[in-house]
Every structure is written in structure tokens, then in C-alpha cells.
């Protein structure tokens, strides 16, 4: 077992099995659903996240401490990387595309039709907003910028 393993019990969950609920308030724009599938995001250790966004929803520029690895599971996620939001340089991925992202790397995103998505990597997991007032913390009296 690796130091980075979380504690898990042997698990199999259908995609309609899968608990959504509301993102923790600051951590995502108001309007993600959120499952923690495996392990602590905000902990030392393996992680594997599940978002649904509704279409249209979009992800402000921004990097995490961490690498990484997001899988497209439905609908579509436009993405782009770099420090400010160009639709023109985004890249159009559906079910099954995959991205790993470099901790400190700037990206940024936005749903066509409602996307689910999964990301993995190992915590602490969190979100640097490129443009301040673009960080969903300062808007919501309870943020906290972890799940």
C-alpha cells in the first residue's frame, strides 16, 4: 500500500448510483454537484472526484497545487489552458477524452449540455483563481475552497 493510499473497503457503484450533491460552498461557481468517490481531497493522499454541471456553466481561469487528471464521462467540456479566457483556443472534448494538468498550470472550461466529469490525483487538492474576484469564496459567507 502506497503512503498516498486512502483507507478504501472493496467498492462497485453504477454511473446511476452515484450520490451528487451541491459543491461545498466557494470551492466551484455556484451550480457544480459534486461526489467524493475515493479518498479526502483536502488530505494527503489519493483522490477521485466526480462533477456535473448543468450546460453553459463555465470554470474562471485557475490552477491547483497538485497534478491533475481529469476524464470527460457525459456531454461535453470545452477547455483551454493558459492565463486568460480565450474561447477560440478551446478544445472541444467528449465522453472519454482525457487531460492531466501540471500543478500551477492555468485552465479554465465550459460545459456544452450538462457534463460530468472525474478528477483524480493526489491531495491536498485546491483551486487557485487566476482573477480574485472571480473566486467563488469571496462571494459565499460559508467558503471554504475544499471539499
Same mark, same amino acid.
Given at each position: 500500500m502506497s503512503r498516498f493510499d486512502a483507507p478504501v473497503k +472493496? @467498492?462497485? =457503484? &453504477? $454511473?446511476n448510483e452515484i450520490a451528487f450533491a451541491p459543491a +461545498? /460552498?466557494? $470551492?466551484?461557481?455556484? %451550480?457544480?454537484?459534486l461526489a467524493v468517490?475515493? *479518498? #479526502? +481531497? /483536502?488530505? &494527503?493522499? &489519493?483522490f477521485v472526484l466526480r462533477i456535473k454541471v448543468p450546460d453553459g456553466y463555465?470554470?474562471? =481561469?485557475h490552477s491547483h497545487r497538485v497534478t491533475d487528471r481529469? =476524464?470527460?464521462?457525459? %456531454? @461535453?467540456? $470545452? !477547455? *483551454?489552458? %493558459?492565463?486568460?479566457?480565450? +474561447?477560440g483556443a478551446m478544445k472541444e472534448l467528449k465522453p472519454g477524452s482525457i487531460v492531466f494538468e501540471p500543478a500551477g498550470h492555468k485552465h479554465y472550461g465550459q460545459a456544452k449540455g450538462e457534463t460530468v466529469f472525474q478528477?483524480?490525483?493526489?491531495?491536498? !487538492? #485546491?483551486?487557485?483563481?487566476a482573477n480574485p474576484d472571480e473566486d467563488p469564496a469571496r462571494s459565499s459567507p460559508q467558503a471554504t475552497a475544499r471539499p
Open positions: +472493496p @467498492t462497485s =457503484v &453504477n $454511473m +461545498p /460552498a466557494g $470551492m466551484l461557481p455556484r %451550480g457544480a454537484q468517490l475515493e *479518498g #479526502d +481531497p /483536502a488530505k &494527503n493522499q &489519493n463555465r470554470f474562471p =481561469v481529469l =476524464v470527460v464521462i457525459s %456531454g @461535453t467540456l $470545452m !477547455f *483551454g489552458s %493558459g492565463d486568460t479566457w480565450q +474561447p478528477i483524480s490525483g493526489t491531495g491536498p !487538492f #485546491d483551486t487557485q483563481w
